[in-house]
């Protein structure tokens, strides 16, 4: 496993750059006046097929589509931020149809005000984030008699947060925030509202707590990037151990022009869904356009 990991890290730093933003995070440039935006869209594949093959296999065929929107706007001391980032994708595999493989939808408005002027490092922040998916998840075989089980769907759930407080900027690709929150939680499909913490039948909760912000990006070499960001929500009214984690990061290069590797890694605690950590790791080779 160690060699294997090795190579893979050494497979991507043979790449050259890309653009990059965290993924869950927004950047405002030092230089920044008025409005600046950017899109991004890609796809990455893969695919598979074996006849009278003797180490064996599994015909299979993949594809995966993602976007990213970015637009940021900065007048005197105030900044305002929009963000919105989309991942969905599905394989074939032989015998077992087709299944989703990842799926993913994320809005974020965040408003900055400087407290000192162009010199300080400290503001007050404000941050909207909605964070869903777009299609059913599954438990695939799960079931007692090896059904599937239906774990999750569009906007069931989906997160809502607010929250406000102060955040510590000292350079555009690094900061740390704490603040005051609201969370809501909404399961449009009544059959999960148990899964996710609800009583039978109900689709929305709403939580007040405590939430803590970090992001950071950084050029590891001239063809290597990295991105990172950690969001945290703590109820009022729980211990700190049920404290709601997302955490995500991104190894992004350019094969050229036109293709991309990337290594991403999200992880995620939320104990009214499970106890256990969940972990998301993704690595892809595919096409990708930024227009501004």
């Known amino acids: 496993m160690k060699n294997i990991i090795k190579t893979l890290f050494a497979a991507i730093l043979a790449i050259s750059t890309l653009p990059l ?43 995966t589509g993602t976007s990213s929107f970015t637009s940021v706007y900065r007048t005197g001391r105030f900044s305002y931020g929009f963000l919105l980032h989309a991942r969905f994708g599905k394989t074939r595999v032989q015998d077992d149809g087709v299944r989703k493989i990842d799926d993913r939808l994320f ?18 922040f404000g941050n909207i984030r909605v964070r869903t998916q777009f299609d059913k998840g599954f438990n695939y075989g799960a079931g ?20 406000a407080g102060l955040a510590y900027v000292p350079v555009s690709n ?22 996710y913490g609800l009583d039978e039948g109900d689709r929305f909760r709403s939580e007040a707590g405590f939430t803590f912000g970090a992001s950071f990006e950084l050029d590891l070499a ?6 990172s960001s950690l969001n945290t929500f703590s109820n009022i009214k729980k211990s700190l151990k049920s404290t709601d984690v997302y955490f995500s990061s991104k190894l992004t290069g350019r094969v050229n022009d036109f293709m991309n590797t990337s290594l991403s890694l999200d992880m995620v605690y939320d104990d009214n869904f499970s106890n256990r950590l969940q972990v998301a790791q993704v690595l892809s080779l595919g096409v990708s356009f930024t227009l501004r």
């Open 144 to 163: 007692e008699d090896g059904s599937n089980i239906l774990i999750s769907n569009f906007m069931a759930p989906a997160y809502f947060t607010q929250d």
């Open 107 to 124: 809005l974020k408005n965040r408003f900055l005000y400087d407290l000192g002027g162009d010199d300080s490092d400290f503001k007050l």
């Open 222 to 227: 001239e063809n290597l990037k990295f991105s």
């Open 174 to 195: 690094f900061s740390v925030e704490a603040g005051l929150g609201l969370q809501q939680t909404f399961v449009r499909d009544r059959s999960l509202s148990e899964t």
């Open 21 to 63: 933003h965290a993924q869950d995070s927004i950047s405002f440039p030092d230089e920044l006046e008025g409005w600046d935006s950017s899109w991004s869209v890609g796809i990455n594949g893969s695919q598979a097929s074996y006849s009278n093959w003797a180490q064996g296999g599994v015909n299979n065929i993949a594809a």
